[in-house]
């Protein structure tokens, strides 16, 4: 024991800059989105840097992954940058840790449970039609920010059970409280962090509203928020109504941000990949299903999976996962010191060409059965991260990206509007500059 924590101690710390004092190479991580790539090129795939006032250090690629997933509460725990933890609160799922963790997480993931989803199909399918109807009529648009209102309706009806959720106050708050989440914590007026921190003050008195209107009525429901309002803990204590609020904002957050990202970038790149489009209607065409839609019905669209599948290694809607080190370990060769930060990363190990073939491609036969790349390494495939905080919302994602998919290419079509910027702004979740701006229209 003695001369292994000996040997460690002895190894050397990554290579890497720690950049400026305090804010370190946090500004250059905001502004380039090639700030890990540029690193790993020039210090190897295990580098240390200093970012949102942390020493932190990069790992890339499925061992890296393993390392992180399998070795959860004995050298890691779940952490966020500062910035995301205030506004995250320290009553959400994200930032709870241990057995606390993973108690809440099981109660949570009633929500998520087979049953749970095959309920939510009629409410994603009428949402869903809603918007194509709508953007029909609006002929050319702008995509995301619409994107967003539909994922931000279905996320509301479905976890808190409210309706109109776009055109409420809170998700017009939700886009400062957004544009914080990854920002130098410095909480004044005029920083982005400072507005994000009044947002989450005015969003928590919304969701408070909500939790106490759903508690007066007789029926608790199913969904997310009835299920925590039923909740007990071990001595039969009710959620409080703090903790209530972090987990709702949580849940909003998680459930409308990511994916909208997640069916921007499928309306992308399918309509610059118009082959992959004609074998999704193929398959559409052939198997001929009327709605409604269910489980078992989009599980047979096995090519539509593949797509799916592909749009999220391609353009991973979460970059990566922070960890904090609890007990100082070995990666490669070099130490990770107790105290640090430890960053995997998603879209770097998407991007491996000892996993992928020419990984720059978008293409979607990589997954099917006789190349299923993705098997070829464990852990080499992570969009939802892994191990025990592997994405709670995974399966209400591939449904609703599922759904929407289906509805959108069997009856309408798009085209990208020229002298537009397409390149990927990547905070919070990527998405294109100028917002996908289309043709719309019915087939
Ligand atoms: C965690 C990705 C959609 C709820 C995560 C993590 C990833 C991820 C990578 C793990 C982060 C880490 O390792 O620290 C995605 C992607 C999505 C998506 C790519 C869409 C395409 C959703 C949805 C919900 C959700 C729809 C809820 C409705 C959560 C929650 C956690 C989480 C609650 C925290 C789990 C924990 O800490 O135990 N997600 N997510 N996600 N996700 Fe998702």
């Known amino acids: 024991m003695q001369n292994a924590l000996k040997k460690k101690q002895s190894l050397p710390l990554p290579p890497g800059s720690f950049g400026l004092p305090v804010i370190g190479e946090t500004i250059s991580l905001l502004r380039d989105r090639n700030f890990a790539d540029k690193r790993q090129k020039k210090y190897g795939s295990v580098f240390k840097t200093n970012i949102f006032g942390r020493p932190t250090i990069y790992i890339c690629g499925a061992e890296a992954n393993r390392f992180i997933f399998s070795n959860e509460n004995k050298y890691f725990v779940a952490t966020w940058p500062k ?35 095959a309920n939510y199909i009629p409410a994603m399918e009428r949402f869903t039609k809603k918007y194509l109807e709508k953007w029909q009529g609006m002929g050319t648009l702008t995509w995301y920010p619409e994107l967003r209102n539909y994922t931000f309706d279905i996320a509301s009806n479905l976890l808190v059970g409210t309706d109109g959720g776009s055109e409420t106050r809170l998700s017009k708050l939700f886009e400062d409280w957004c544009a914080g989440l990854f920002s130098i914590p410095i909480p004044l007026p005029w920083t982005s962090f400072g507005k994000a921190l009044r947002c989450r003050v005015e969003m928590l008195k919304e969701i408070e509203k909500i939790v106490l209107r759903r508690q007066q009525e007789q029926k608790l429901g199913e969904d997310a928020l009835g299920l925590l309002l039923q909740a007990r803990d071990e001595e039969g204590n009710s959620l409080s109504l703090d903790e209530l609020k972090d987990q709702i904002l949580l849940l909003l957050f998680a459930g409308h941000e990511t994916l909208t990202s997640a069916l921007a970038s499928f309306c992308l790149l399918v309509a610059q990949h118009p082959e992959v489009l004609s074998r999704i209607r193929e398959e559409q065409d052939r198997l001929n299903f009327s709605e409604p839609l269910t489980i078992d019905k989009l599980k047979q669209m096995t090519y539509l999976e593949q797509v799916l599948k592909e749009v999220l290694r391609v353009i991973s809607p979460v ?33 491996d060409a000892s996993i992928y073939n020419n990984p720059d491609r978008f293409d979607p036969d990589r997954f099917a059965p006789d190349r299923a790349e993705d098997k070829q390494q464990s852990f080499g495939y992570v969009p939802f991260g892994g191990g025990l905080r592997e994405c709670l919302g995974k399966e209400f994602a591939r449904l609703e990206m599922k759904i929407f998919a289906t509805m959108l290419v069997r009856d309408y079509d798009w085209e990208l509007l020229p002298s537009q910027d397409l390149n990927l702004v990547t905070i919070p979740t990527p998405h294109p500059r100028d917002g996908l701006r289309v043709k719309f229209c019915y087939r």
């Open 83 to 117: 910035s995301t933890k205030i506004l995250l609160g320290s009553n959400s799922l994200a930032t709870n840790t241990g057995s606390f963790h993973t108690s809440r997480r099981k109660l949570m993931y009633q929500a998520f449970q087979p049953r749970a989803l």
């Open 319 to 351: 970059g990566g996962g922070f960890r904090e080190v609890i007990e100082e370990c070995e990666f490669k060769g070099y130490s990770i010191p107790k105290g640090w930060s430890i960053q995997y990363q998603i879209g770097r190990t998407h991007e």
